[in-house]
């Protein structure tokens, strides 16, 4: 598209808002309506919470060694301390673990991940792309965060049955979010961005990949002695790319755009290489 020169340049903008404001509160209001909230997924929807406040630590520690511009640590701490736990976790989890594992994949996925873009995520971002921190504004931001809406009335609703026609609508426009993300990234990804973004993509992807599953194993499994698929699959959602979501918000927030695209347009292929190799790791423990 960006080839042909179908799109004006500034497409990708309205392409992001479209589907921060419209498709994934849709996806969330989904999904989380029919969550079935049981104490047993608390401590996956923790872990998740957990890993991106370890992605954080281990950003900001980062930035102070390499000198990493705030711009640059903060699209870092959103794509790479946030995992692609719906867009490519849901099918992942079916594929290597069976369809009973969608439901945990889900649950991780909107009150882990989605939740902690539309709250934490967003404080990052705000604070991140400049300027004076406002907390009166950054709640007033928070709270109308469109995702973040969602996910309250969707708990809200949860003893409500959607109409059938309003059902089929929000499936319709949830199934927008992928589309719409992998055009925009697709339509931002320069590879030749990469030669003043190797050490952020490398410090990204490595924690994404490698670093943040590798120490939920080690929590789960070697400090908690937990086992089954439960914490098998915990453990593989949080080895899954950088979310496509929260790649859109900190493009929104105009958080390094072009090191953005590389972590999602590059994360993703490559996540295809790595998540067997963790699929047959967590096998064996």
């Known amino acids: ?3 042909a020169g179908r799109l004006p340049g500034g497409a990708h903008a309205t392409i992001n808002a479209i589907g921060v404001n419209v498709a994934l509160p849709a996806l969330i209001l989904v999904h989380v309506h029919e969550v079935d909230l049981g104490p047993g997924l608390a401590r996956a929807v923790a872990t998740a919470w957990l890993a991106f406040a370890a992605g954080a630590l281990f950003f900001l520690a980062a930035a102070r060694a390499f000198a990493l511009s705030r711009e640059t640590t903060g699209a870092l701490i959103l794509t790479g301390g946030l995992a692609n736990t719906s867009f490519v976790g849901v099918p992942m989890i079916e594929a290597f673990y069976g369809s009973h594992g969608i439901a ?26 400049g300027g004076r921190f406002d907390p009166a504004a950054c709640a007033r931001k928070i709270m ?9 009335l969707a708990l809200a609703l949860r003893g409500v049955e959607y ?30 961005a990469l030669r003043g973004n190797l050490r952020g993509l490398g410090l990204g992807l490595a924690f994404k990949l490698v670093v943040a599953p590798l120490a939920v194993v080690l929590v789960l499994v070697g400090h ?13 959602e949080m080895a899954m790319p950088p979310m496509i979501g929260a790649a859109i918000v900190a493009a929104e927030h105009r958080l390094n755009p072009p090191l953005v695209a590389l972590m999602v347009g590059i994360g993703i292929p490559l996540s295809f290489v790595t998540l067997p190799l963790w699929w047959f790791v967590l096998a064996r423990i």
């Open 144 to 152: 109308t965060f469109p995702p973040l809406v969602a996910v309250a």
């Open 224 to 236: 908690l002695g937990l086992d089954g698929d439960n914490t098998r699959i915990t453990a593989f």
């Open 1 to 3: 598209m960006r080839a």
């Open 163 to 192: 109409a059938p026609w309003l059902a089929a609508l929000l499936e319709r426009l949830g199934d927008l979010v992928a589309p719409l993300a992998l055009l925009s990234v697709g339509y931002q990804l320069r590879l030749g």
């Open 104 to 129: 945990l994949a889900i649950v991780i996925d909107q009150l882990g991940s989605y939740l902690i873009l539309a709250t934490v995520g967003i404080v990052v971002a705000a604070v991140a792309s």
